[in-house]
């Protein structure tokens, strides 16, 4: 492979991290092809890898030390991933404070499993715990480890959190058998992380503000009236716009799955709280996404304690809440503002409407009655709408997915 000119990798600094697997002989390829597109790259090697390939082909190719020890004092090569004004003598700090990428491939179940439990007993996992950049893993294991239901739980909590997978192919394996696990080929694992570095300058100093969850209006001290939504999409848009570079603030309401990490997060439960959060933040935003499920109504009074049982009859009496979307609509001024609408029938008209009506920028529309667009799964099924009522039918893709493609599109129409 030749070296490209324009490389996101020149000058950005690597710690390649290399674990137990069959595969770690790979890594040989991938030191030389980030380190062909101008990346500094540090070689950070398990107990395990050192099994299978000496540090000392490393340390030839890379022209620096192989950190192995976590009780070792910190070579030469360490100080330099540091940031300049700090001196850690502490070495899996100096490590991760310096490192644009930790990129581990490849990445046996065991460190995956690690770093999403949270165990950093090793020097590769310290650095991990402590990275600051963006933390990447290439896999590679056989495919019943591949399969095994423990592994794809621990990726699933992992890209939850903002760390990123490059998908291993299937094909022969090293053990013998055929399956998925097999370490993705140099080329595709360097142009993701390649796409990575690109992507964190796309919104790279610009204020996004996402709405997510569900509200709860309460009836009385226990009970209150909410709906189905997950959040999942909402966590997914600012996960991606954090990756791309926002500069994030998330006001959530309740949800069913944990927040990213890496935005600031504002917690709300009621319609009155989500509104006031998100006037407040919206000051300071250019781009604004509403994808909060919003009570339309909410208990008229809130009785005090738990309403008793009494004849076996309730009659609630609900009053509209207040239109945030609408109402950012009103005071728009240069923002951009981005809608989501949950419609089952006549969607594309519906939600033609409602872009004029909250004068809107975009409007994303969904029916979650399909197959694959449900409340809590995890894939959906999009339409956007621009303000000249283009329309973009998206097929069924992951929510992180449908994420990128609006941000995509909120990019375009900015420009
Ligand atoms: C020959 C051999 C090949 C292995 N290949 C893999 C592999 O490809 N992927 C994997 O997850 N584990 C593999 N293992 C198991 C790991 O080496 C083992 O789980 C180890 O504890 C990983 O440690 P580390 O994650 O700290 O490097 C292999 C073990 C042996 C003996």
């Known amino acids: 492979m030749t070296p490209v000119g324009g490389s996101e990798f020149k000058g950005k600094r690597v710690l390649l991290g290399i674990t137990g697997s069959i595969a770690a002989y790979k890594g040989v390829e991938l ?54 004004e700090t001196t850690s003598s502490v070495q899996h700090i100096e490590a991760s404070a310096g490192a644009d ?5 490849p990445a046996t179940a065991n460190i995956i499993g690690k770093v999403a439990s ?13 990275a600051k950049g963006k933390v990447v893993f290439a896999p590679a294991m056989n495919v019943r480890m591949w399969e095994n239901p423990v592994v794809q739980e621990n990726i699933s909590r992992l890209r939850s959190l903002g760390y990123c997978f490059v998908e291993p192919d299937t094909g022969a394996l090293a ?24 992507d964190r300058r796309t919104f790279s100093g610009t ?5 997510a969850g569900r509200t709860e209006e309460p009836i009385d001290h226990v009970r209150y009236v909410s709906n189905r939504s997950s959040g999942k999409m909402g966590y997914a848009l600012a996960s991606a716009a954090r ?17 990213p990490s890496g935005v600031k997060l504002v917690s709300v439960r009621t319609a009155a709280e989500m509104r006031k959060e998100v006037m407040a933040a919206a000051r300071k935003a250019a781009v604004v996404i509403m994808t909060a499920a919003v009570s339309d109504f909410a208990p008229a009074r809130q009785e005090k304690g738990k309403i008793p049982r009494g004849s076996g009859e309730l009659t609630l009496r609900l009053r509209g809440t207040r239109d945030i979307l609408g109402e950012l609509g009103k005071k728009k001024g240069k923002r951009f503002l ?17 872009l004029k009506k909250k004068n809107l920028d975009l409007i994303v529309v969904n029916n979650p009655l399909l197959e694959g667009a449900a409340f809590e799964g995890d894939t959906n ?25 609006v941000l995509k599109k909120i990019l375009t129409l900015r420009k």
Request: hydrophobic residues 45%.
């Open 31 to 84: 030191l030389r092809e980030l380190t062909s597109r101008g990346a500094t790259v540090t070689v950070c090697m398990t107990r395990a890898a050192r099994e299978f390939v000496a540090p000392l082909t490393f340390e030839v190719l890379s022209g620096r030390g192989v950190l192995t020890d976590l009780f070792a004092s910190p070579p030469e090569e360490t100080a330099g991933l540091g940031p300049r």
């Open 207 to 211: 204020r996004v503000l996402v709405t």
């Open 175 to 198: 053990c013998g058998e055929e399956g998925k696990g097999r370490l993705a080929p140099t080329e595709r694992i360097v142009s993701e992380v390649e796409q990575l570095l690109r």
């Open 118 to 130: 949270g165990i950093a007993d090793d020097l590769l996992s310290s650095i991990v715990m402590a």
């Open 243 to 259: 990756d791309m570079g926002a500069d994030v603030t998330l006001v959530s309401g309740r949800a069913s799955v944990p927040p």
């Open 338 to 354: 981005v809608g989501f609408a949950v419609e089952v029938d006549e969607e594309i008209a519906r939600a033609k409407t409602k």
């Open 381 to 405: 099924i999009v339409s956007m709408i621009d303000r000249r009522g283009r329309v973009e039918k998206l097929p069924r893709l992951s929510k992180y997915e449908v994420a990128r493609e």
């Open 101 to 105: 990428v930790v990129l581990i491939a």
